[in-house]
């Protein structure tokens, strides 16, 4: 999971001016996305009508995983066309945070649809039940949950490598600094869990929302079309959990191309799930769209705020 190997070395490496323009592409959508949702971020803190309410609570915090995991990708794309080999330990460290904003994905997604769906379907419950304070809480259990499953990777090296391991130098992969076979099959089980608790919530709230939809109209449609993207965007980050099956079938479907292959998995894998909550609340959502192209096209006319909107 969030493995920059597109560069593959041996009878698979790019050419110079190959993996100059590889670099240049992954470098230009890092920033342009970064720039999109740092503009949320800001957009985010400066008006009360957002830090207020829980829907945009959970989505920020979406946006500022996307964020990490953007920038962690970008740079162990470009150190393994550069540096190639980093020390353990430094592996360990953006390993491991790419792991905790990954698995934050999904459950941060489930979160989101069971707000749409309070939203919609139980709307004299939806002040009480989703308040700022159990929305932060929420945050805090989806962190706790993704560190409990992630955290035993770190304690199951530690006690089967020695202390060489941790000072040599490897290509930074998942599998180079956590090789031990017992955390694959923890993986395997883990991300079973996570994804048929997420894909039955989606399903449940989806068509819960879409059977309110024939009578509550307007708002009920949009909440639903809100679901079905959280759906793409979880469909995409599932691909990650089937990376070296997707690998092995590129290695034999195009031999001769494989790096260029693999360019193209990471650029969908890892890059385009990253730019769909921008669409989901940046242009989509009224009240984000009003304030956000005010940072986007550095215009600083002042505006009135107005209530939230789908």
Known sequence: MNESSANVTGRYADSFSKAVTKNVIVVVLGISINYINASLIHTFCKHQVFYMNPRYILFIHLVVNDMIQVILT???FVISYTIYKINVSICCIFILIALFTTENTPLNLACM?????????????HVQLC???RTLMLIGLIWATSTLSVISDLFITLATEPLDFFLSRVFCLRQTVFPNPLIIKKRDITYSAFLVVVWVTIFYTYFRILFTAQTAGKDATKARNTIILHGFQLLLCMVTYVAPQIKQALLQAFPKNYSDSLFACYIIVQVLPRSISPIIYGIRDKTFRRYLKRYVL???TPQKESAPGE
């Open 113 to 125: 649809a069971v707000e749409c769906y309070i939203a919609i379907c139980l709307p004299l419950r």
């Open 131 to 133: 308040t700022v304070k």
């Open 298 to 300: 550095w215009k600083i």
């Open 74 to 76: 970008v740079i162990l």
